[in-house]
């Protein structure tokens, strides 16, 4: 019976750490929609975003091969925007800097060698 509770446990506490590692690994860093303030990327406070930060943002771009024969894929950089106002710990709005963003793109916070 205690092996049974124990099991329950930990069965429902799978989805939420599911979530954690969706968020994680495949929504950080990504435009996840565009409101009437403009883009709201997925990455927030947790992340260490301030408004004022200029984000990379990219777009995948297939690369055809033909030694291999298949489709690889490499990042291209379309656009920049800033960090406006963070919304909460995962989320912020930004504003288009140039380039034409959209929903799916990466955002990447630039980094100075």
């Not at 590692?21 to 996840?32: C, E, P, Y």
């Not at 379309?78 to 995962?90: E, L, P, T």
């Not at 912020?92 to 100075?112: C, F, S, Y």
């Amino acid at each position: 019976m205690a092996v049974a509770f124990a099991a329950s446990l930990f069965t429902a506490s799978a989805p939420v750490s599911a979530q954690g590692i969706a968020h994680t690994w495949f929504m950080r860093g990504s435009i996840v929609g565009i409101d009437y303030r403009g883009p709201v990327v997925c990455i927030g406070r947790v992340d260490g975003a301030e408004a004022g930060q200029v984000l990379e943002v990219y777009r995948p771009a297939p690369v055809y091969l033909r030694r291999r024969g298949s489709n690889h894929y490499r990042k291209k950089l379309i656009a920049h925007v800033a960090v406006d106002q963070i919304i909460n710990d995962h989320y912020a709005h930004v504003t288009v800097i140039d380039g034409e963003p959209r929903k799916g793109d990466i955002v990447e916070l630039q980094r100075h060698h």
